[in-house]
Every structure is written in structure tokens, then in C-alpha cells.
């Protein structure tokens, strides 16, 4: 199975849109989990349009490792929801932090979140890590996350600001091969390609630059006709085909 860790400099790229496209595109039962250290409900609000998360989430999680529970991969999956009717695919979505302080509260239990999603049977885990907390992202995923995206527009406030946090993320991953960049609207002033050549992190995939898609997915709008079509949404196909595959080969 595949970890695939998602983040950015700030700014808002599109971290959580991208990790949704990813999901409900992904060939593969999958769970896509907000791991955001600032909490929101950017995807029960918008994508699911309001739906409650009705207790369930990382909290619930906490409350089975402190009550020392055995972290069997059904008590995870209890905490998650839906993400789509799942004809093809089970698809699920794992709610996030919903305080400040639940996310501090996390710290010490990164190591066994990661080893009972390792459990989870043949399903693949997209982690929305949101933006880079202080700090840097927790080792474990570090370790054990199969990638590492970072995501970033490509004006220039952006770069500057990816800038100066590469350098720590290039140096906490053993094998910096595993570290990839995602670039949201290339061309959007800079060439994606250029963007990557001037941090010097291998570029994974220039997401088109399509609102449209995007708020069907940011925003829950309800989806244009052909929504399969749209750019970005091949976009997401592509990227996740992209990444299955090189999962398998690895
Ligand atoms: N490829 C894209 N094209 C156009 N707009 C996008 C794209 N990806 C994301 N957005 C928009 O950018 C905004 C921030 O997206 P979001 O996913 O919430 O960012 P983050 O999780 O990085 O904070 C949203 O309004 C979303 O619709
Ligand atoms: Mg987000």
C-alpha cells in the first residue's frame, strides 16, 4: 500500500482540492485522510456539502489510543465516512482536527496512526498534511510516506515562501528522491517546469488551472456537465494513475 503525503508552503494552493481530485480519481480503494494541523472543514463543508462528521475523525482515533484499544484497522475504518457512493471503488475520508489543541495532543501519536493505516488491506492513504506545521511534518510520515508532495502556485510570493522551507524537508527525508513537486496552474505566471528547475525538486505534474473543477470540489458547487472532461479533472487521472504505477513498480 501507498502513503502519499500532501503539502505546501502556505498560501493555499489547493492541498485539500488536489488530495479530493487524487481520491475520488484513484484506481485503487483508497482513504484520504486530513491530517491539516490547523483545523477545518474544508471538505465536510464544501465537497461533502455539509454533511457532519458526526463525532468521527482523528478525535475518535485519540480516544482508542489513549484508552490503549487495540488499533485494529476496523477501529479506523469506524472513523471515517463515505467519500462517494463507491460503485467502482470503497473511497473514504478520515475528518481532521476540529482544535488547536487536538492537533498537539496528536504528537505522540503519530507512530501508531501510521502503523494502523499500514494495516488497512489493500487501500492506499492520501494524508492532506496541510501546510507545513513549525517544526516540520512528523517524522513518521517522513519515513513512511511512499511520496512527498509539495504543492505550490507558481507566481512568485509562492515560490519565495517554498523557498525557504525546501531546505528542511529536503533534509529530513532519507531518500529526497521520494520528494516531488506539484505545481497548481503552471504558466500561471511561471512554467511549471522552470518553477522546478529553479527549486531543484523534481516536478511530478502542473495541475491545470481550472476553477470550475476545482469548486466542485473547494466549494461543493454542483458539477458542469462532462465534469470528466474538464481539464483538471484529467489532470487528477492522470496524476493518480501516475503515482499507482510508480508504486507498483517501486
Ligand atoms: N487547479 C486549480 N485551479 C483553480 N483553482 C484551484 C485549483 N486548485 C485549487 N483551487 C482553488 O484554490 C482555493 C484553495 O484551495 P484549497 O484546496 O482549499 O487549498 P489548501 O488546502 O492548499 O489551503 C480554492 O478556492 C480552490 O477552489
Ligand atoms: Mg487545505
Redesign the pocket.
Known sequence: MAIIVLT?AG???????????LALSWPRPVLLADC?RHPNQ?VLA?YLRGLSAGGRGLAGLVQDYRALQPVSSQRLIDQTLPLDDGVDQPRRFLPGFTNSGSATLFESYWTRFVAQLEQLDRTDVII?A??LPEGGLPEVLLERGSRVLV?TRSGLPALASLRLLLPELTDSLDDPARLGLVV??GGRPYPAGEVSQSLGVHLVAD?????V???V???GDLPPRKLTGRP?WR?FQSLSSQLQASEVAA
Open positions: 505546501s498560501g493555499s494552493p489547493g492541498v485539500t482540492t488536489t488530495g479530493l481530485g491539516d474544508a464544501g492532506d496541510g501546510r504543492l497548481v496552474g495541475l491545470p488551472w481550472d476553477p473543477t476545482a469548486a470540489l473547494s466549494e483538471l489532470g
